[in-house]
């Protein structure tokens, strides 16, 4: 390719051609095809040029910063570890050493953004740029920031929390000394988690025809990590598990959202779809909302968390307060609440049709009268079995994107 771009470069690009009368059809041709070949090398060259500058351009700062960060801790710690025979083992100053973090202590940030290898580094930049370029333009920049850096802090802090005990319980030095936490597992957990608030019944399609649904996602990431902790791998692999947890708890309870009409701040998601119970199946529901509930109220009593204000919504006239239409989750709190009415208004609605059905005399009236009076009720309980029908497949709906639509009424 680049042979014939050298060869095609040097025919002279002209603005037009003018055949003369002597020239045959057969040197014509040969003539205007190294142009059309010329122009078209051009074209692909500007096309391969101008395609990752729009990209670059088009990205917001943050999944730039997060792309350079990692490129330049990874790049650096993989030629600090191989240039020398001195750092064939982890190097404490860029990753996580339990046994020595307390002098390097930026390592429970900065250990996030080393991947050592290369398969592992280009996977986090393929799912990872595009997914918090996504998520950006959503939450904005700071808060995509401080969501990198909360999950990636958290989870090494519980990391190295973790091998302490095991080092006190256990006795042994290879906890502190020989195992150190690195990498984007955290991280990716995390962005399946907000993908999970987000987009939770979008379907992710593997292989051509395995098609699973976000929210079945985390829970598969973390079973992988269950099992790769079992059979011995617990470094790095456990991060997933404390990214998991420490990413639903920030979504749930800290992260801020601001109402662009009303510029109230809420936060967390306080809808029942992303409560904690729902990341399991339904036979441990009941024992897990008896601990999860102590846990809560425990939290709520030391202030560590913020207790949920009640809702002040009027789900019967249709009016909602922009508090909790801020929050992500305050509007798929409030499409369930007003499932459950509107269900309950069509089973009313639908027995009152069958009661005022046409031709069912009413007691103590002739069947005539009882018919001539039964009559505009049944023609006006007609539009409204309709309307109920039509409420009941809105809902249906509704059901698997949470959105429900507001009674005309």
């Known amino acids: 390719m680049f042979w014939w771009y050298t060869q095609l470069s040097s025919f002279p690009l002209r603005s037009g051609y003018k055949k003369s009368a002597a020239a045959s059809p057969e040197a014509t041709l040969i003539e205007w095809r190294p142009r059309k070949l010329y122009t078209r090398a051009v074209e692909f060259k500007m096309a391969l040029l101008s395609s990752p500058l729009q990209i670059i351009t088009s990205t917001p700062p943050t999944t730039k910063a997060f792309v350079g960060l990692t490129l330049g801790f990874s790049l650096a710690n993989t030629y600090l570890r191989y240039s020398s025979d001195a750092h064939s083992g982890p190097i404490s100053y860029m990753t996580l050493l339990p046994g020595e973090s307390f002098l390097f202590p930026w390592t429970f940030l900065t250990a996030g953004f080393v991947e050592p290898y290369f398969l592992g580094l280009l996977i986090a930049l393929l799912t990872l740029a595009p997914?918090?370029?996504y998520l950006e333009r959503l939450w904005?920049?700071?808060?995509?920031?401080?969501?990198?850096?909360i999950v990636i802090t958290v989870s090494n802090f519980v990391a190295f929390i973790l091998s302490w005990i095991e080092y006190l319980v256990l006795g042994s030095e290879n906890f502190l000394y020989k195992m150190d936490y690195y990498g984007?597992?955290?991280?990716?957990t995390g962005v399946l988690v907000a993908f999970t608030q987000l987009i939770p019944e979008h379907q992710v399609q593997f292989f051509g025809s395995l098609r699973i649904r976000v929210k079945r996602l985390p829970m598969i990431y973390v079973t992988i990590s269950n099992v790769l902790c079992i059979i011995g791998y617990q470094s790095p692999w456990i991060l997933i598990q404390f990214g998991w947890l420490s990413s639903w708890a920030y979504l749930r309870f800290y992260k801020r959202t601001t109402d662009a009409l009303s510029?109230?701040?809420?936060?967390?998601?306080?809808?029942?779809t992303f409560a904690f119970i729902h990341w399991f199946p339904p036979f441990v529901h009941k024992p897990l909302s008896i601990a999860?509930?102590?846990?809560?109220?425990l939290a709520v009593k030391f202030k560590i968390i913020r207790p949920f204000?009640?809702?002040?919504?009027?789900?019967?006239?249709?009016?909602y307060s922009s508090l909790s239409n801020a929050q992500p989750g305050g509007a798929r709190a409030e499409a369930e609440r007003?499932?459950?009415?509107?269900?309950?208004?069509?089973?009313?609605?639908?027995?009152?049709?069958?009661?005022n059905r046409p031709g069912t005399p009413s007691k103590g009236l002739p069947a005539a009268s009882a018919s001539a009076t039964t009559g505009p009720t049944a023609s006006s309980s007609a539009p409204a079995a309709n309307g109920a029908a039509s409420t009941r497949k809105s809902v249906d709906q509704g059901k698997g994107k949470n959105k429900v639509s507001q009674d005309p009424s």
């Open 338 to 355: 007003r499932r459950a009415l509107a269900l309950k208004a069509l089973d009313s609605r639908l027995a009152n049709a069958t009661n």
């Open 309 to 319: 204000a009640p809702s002040a919504d009027d789900l019967e006239t249709g009016v």
């Open 131 to 133: 997914s918090f370029r």
């Open 292 to 297: 999860s509930t102590f846990t809560h109220n």
């Open 140 to 149: 904005g920049s700071f808060e995509t920031a401080k969501f990198i850096g």
């Open 184 to 188: 984007l597992t955290a991280l990716q």
């Open 263 to 272: 510029g109230i701040d809420t936060y967390g998601d306080r809808s029942e």
